[in-house]
């Protein structure tokens, strides 16, 4: 597929060059920790604890190990052969997404699922990731800041699925910056995450209250019947 023409960054200052670098490594990140921090206040606020997280019964967590290894090929690789680090990167985040879903039992895990699968699948297919300089416009934010380094393009009519790149402005005042609908999807599924996992229990009579008490009563009636027989047994002895 022919690739959209990139931005060409000796056209600009150095200043120009040194903000667009400092805003990449910052892009999106700010719609992930604000959706955490409302996700762990909502915890606080519902009683649960960050203990509760570690308590999420999480499966087949050696997925996450594989999608480690390959960002680590991916970057490694991208010294090499520069659209080898897209198609890693995009098997990376179509890895962890698939441990979501396998894990899509915890509330929020299917989000997460859907957000980071959008966004693999949006990179596998163009090679890079797909960006609106008119969103990042929008935003607040200068284009070449969030179009310009590697891994990203800019959006174009040979783009496919291009709904899925990153097209949704968000205009923080600190940061603005420019997010995809997976990213959206992702921040909102951790959000519920934290929120919900805060206040899961250990115990598992804590997790079936119903069932705990038809236990206890259970065990009150056989403590009946045995008191009962051992009452019986001394008149028994007296009348022999």
């Known amino acids: 597929m022919r690739r959209a023409s990139r931005p060409d960054v000796r056209d600009l200052g150095r200043g120009a060059v040194r903000r667009a670098v400092r805003q990449d490594d910052d892009d999106g990140v700010t719609l992930v920790l604000l959706s955490l921090a409302a996700g762990v206040a909502i915890g606080y606020a519902r009683g649960g604890s960050l203990a509760g997280l570690s308590r999420l019964p999480l499966r087949r967590n050696r997925l996450l190990l594989t999608a480690l290894s390959l960002s680590v090929l991916a970057v490694l690789c991208g010294w090499l052969w520069e659209p080898l680090l897209g198609v890693l990167s995009a098997l990376s985040w179509l890895t962890v997404a698939f441990y979501a879903w396998v894990n899509r039992a915890v509330p929020g895990a299917a989000l997460v699922a859907v957000g980071l699968a959008a966004n693999g699948l949006v990179l596998l297919l163009n090679g890079a990731v797909p960006v609106s300089a008119d969103a990042a416009t929008r935003a607040g934010a200068e284009p070449i800041a969030v179009v310009g380094p590697a891994g990203r393009e800019p959006m174009g009519p040979d783009t496919l699925l291009p709904w899925l790149g990153k097209t949704v402005p968000v205009a923080f005042p600190p940061r603005p910056e420019v997010v995809s609908p997976g990213d ?49 047994e001394p008149s028994r002895s007296a009348v022999s």
């Open 184 to 232: 959206v999807a992702l921040a909102a599924g951790l959000a519920v995450i934290a929120g919900l996992g805060m206040t899961r229990t250990s115990g598992r009579r804590e997790e079936n209250p119903l069932a705990a008490d038809e236990a206890t009563d259970t065990g009150e009636e056989h403590e009946t019947i045995e008191d009962a027989g051992t009452a019986s």
